[in-house]
């Protein structure tokens, strides 16, 4: 039975994620939420793993929540219910439509689209973003502020984005550095 | 004729170099499809890579669906699939294992407590680079902004948003008569 909805409910999400990379992840946070499958901090972790590994992060999200879920099968059935609906799509316009990408509807639909996704995924961003710096899953229900976690942050967006000498150095190495700066300053036991 | 075998090892290859997919598998595919298989030109990839953006789910196996599908039909697009998800199974089913017997320990607390921060940092330039290319005027800055308030503040499946901004993309265009369309051109 859980393999039946993990398969629907990842169908969807390959379905209407559109855009690639992280074009997933608002449709995980959902997920999480309404299944009781896993809390929006271990969808943190899953994404931190998806990026330091390779192949499309899209599908290493879905293997990854498939198997915490139902295990080894879960992986499976999780995988291929994301991959089924892109194989089908294109399947058909491969065979049907030729210039699809020219048509002058999907243009616009997709000039509608992307601000969207955009937004969805801005939103579920910043409700992780405030787990993890206030320790809530709301802003009014915040105790306190992790002063250790913000610092880390601001440190990361100066070597990330300031900073052009660090600009285009790959993620996995600051998600590495982030986990021997949680270790050193036990950001855990706040 | 490609053999069915080739197309898969070929796209798990492409998989176990991807790291992050979208953008980044792109030169990957170049140098494996184009340069050493000659399964497709640069211009081809390029559109396909276009379509793959322009359909529903990941890009990268949006694009092998489609080589695939151009060297052996719907089976060969279905083994390029399996192909190009191979790697990310057997990689992260071994990871997923190890971490979760090692989840109980204080250190492994602590480094993903650390690593949930960068993961935010992650996103947050991850919606930046995506604004560039979606945020380019009045309109898209207002359904950007409507997306991101209501969603974030109703609990709406995000399906229900990709649908919605779909078909208002659709209206607009519907909206301009293909009589002006012509002058325009």
């Known amino acids: 039975m859980v393999l039946l909805r993990l398969f629907y409910e990842f169908f969807k999400t390959g379905l209407f994620a559109v855009g690639g990379g992280l074009a997933t992840f608002p449709f995980l946070v959902r997920m999480g939420g309404s299944t009781g499958w896993f809390t929006k901090s271990q969808l943190a972790d899953m994404v931190a793993v998806s990026e330091s590994t390779p192949g499309p992060l899209g599908v290493n ?22 991959v089924a609906p892109s194989v089908i799509v294109i399947l058909l316009i491969a065979v049907f439509l030729r210039n699809f990408q020219d048509n002058r509807f999907v243009k616009s639909a997709f000039r509608i689209l992307r601000p969207a996704s955009t937004g969805l995924i801005a939103a579920s961003g910043l409700s992780v973003a405030v787990l993890t710096f206030f320790g809530t899953a709301s802003l009014t229900g915040a105790s306190s502020v992790s002063w250790k976690a913000a610092a880390l942050a601001a440190l990361l967006l100066l070597l990330t984005r300031g900073i052009s000498a660090t600009r285009r150095v790959h993620p996995i190495v600051w998600i590495a550095a982030s986990a021997a700066a949680g270790i050193v300053f036990q950001f855990a036991g706040v | 004729m490609t053999g069915l075998w080739e197309l898969f090892w070929t796209f798990a290859k492409v998989g176990v170099m991807t790291f992050g997919g979208g953008y980044a598998m792109l030169p990957i595919l170049e140098r494996e499809v184009v340069e050493n298989r000659h399964w497709a030109t640069d211009l081809e990839l390029t559109d396909y890579f276009a379509i793959g953006q322009c359909t529903p789910g990941v890009i990268a196996v949006n694009t092998a669906t489609f080589i695939g599908q151009k060297r052996r039909g719907a089976l060969g697009g279905v083994v390029a699939t399996l192909g190009v998800v191979f790697p990310s199974v057997v990689i992260i089913l071994i990871l997923a294992g190890l971490i979760s017997n090692f989840a109980s320990l204080t250190a492994v607390q602590n480094a993903f407590a ?8 992650l996103i947050f330039n991850a919606v930046c680079k995506l604004w560039k290319s979606a945020v380019t005027g009045r309109l898209t800055l207002a359904v950007f902004l409507a997306v991101a308030v209501l969603s974030y503040f109703l609990s709406v499946s995000p399906a229900l948003f990709v649908l919605a901004a779909a078909g208002i993309g659709i209206a607009l265009e519907l909206r301009n008569s293909p009589g002006r369309e012509e002058e325009e051109k």
């Open chain 1, 61 to 82: 999200m879905a293997t990854y929540v498939g198997y915490t879920t139902a295990g080894v099968p879960g992986a499976v059935t999780a995988t291929i219910g994301l």
């Open chain 2, 114 to 121: 650390g690593i949930r921060v960068c993961v935010c940092v």
